[in-house]
């Protein structure tokens, strides 16, 4: 059999998007991250129409390049709050501004078995938009994402993805140099919001896009 680790996670994706749907999620199946940017274009944007985009912090979506495209396409109006140009009190004020677009774009942290998104955020800009604002969410999910439960879900997120986003970001906090949650009290501690996405409400308002490959952390 050519690529059997693929065709294991293709069987596993599959179950996966049968949970998800159950819970009310619109799911698209993808086997790369080019071909999720394929998918957005062609498929999901045409169909929703959206008029104004954003986006919150996500590895696995920059890797889609659809950040670049978007933002320059000129076919929506879009709020850039990844926009480096900008001062913090302007993306502060962006983040908020994104929670009333049409089509918010992002990644989740994890997601169980079960079909349940697991996030814990800084702001709380990207788990807000994921729960309730935007009319549409777009989630671009990688197979190692996937966990088996909820704990297990919690402790990847404070022991692996917490940490290399705070060296990522350079942020100043003990797990940068430790490399692994030390419960900080620093300013810049991005580990502040928790969410559990258990069902799309309303049913199909958030699309996840699962991608057959690797990606983001």
Same mark, same amino acid.
């Given at each position: ?55 919150? %912090? ?48 992002? %990644? ?19 788990? %807000? ?89």
């Amino acid at each position: 059999m050519d690529k059997p680790i693929d065709n294991f996670w293709s069987l596993n994706l599959q179950q996966l998007k049968e949970r998800l749907v159950k819970n009310g999620f619109d799911v698209h199946m993808a086997d790369s991250s080019e071909h999720a940017k394929e998918i957005t274009l062609n498929e999901i944007l045409p169909e929703m129409q959206p008029k104004s985009l954003s986006w919150g %912090g996500s590895v696995t979506l920059a890797d889609t390049g659809l950040y670049h495209h978007l933002r320059d396409c000129g076919e929506y109006e879009v709020i850039d709050t990844w926009d480096k140009s900008k001062t913090n009190e302007e993306k502060y004020e962006m983040r908020r501004q994104a929670l009333l677009v049409d089509c918010f774009l992002t %990644g989740t942290n994890a997601v169980t078995e079960e079909g349940h998104l697991v996030n814990l955020d800084m702001f709380g800009n990207r788990t %807000g938009a994921i729960t309730f604002g935007p009319k549409n969410v777009i989630i671009y999910l990688t197979r190692n994402k996937l966990v088996p439960d909820l704990n297990r879900a919690m402790e990847r997120i404070k022991e692996y993805v917490a940490p290399v986003n705070t060296m990522r970001l350079d942020m100043k906090t003990p797990c940068v140099k430790t490399g692994y949650c030390m419960d900080c009290d620093s300013p810049q501690r991005i580990c502040n919001v928790w969410t559990v996405t258990e069902k799309s409400f309303p049913k199909g308002r958030i699309k996840i896009v699962l991608i057959n490959e690797d990606g983001g952390f």
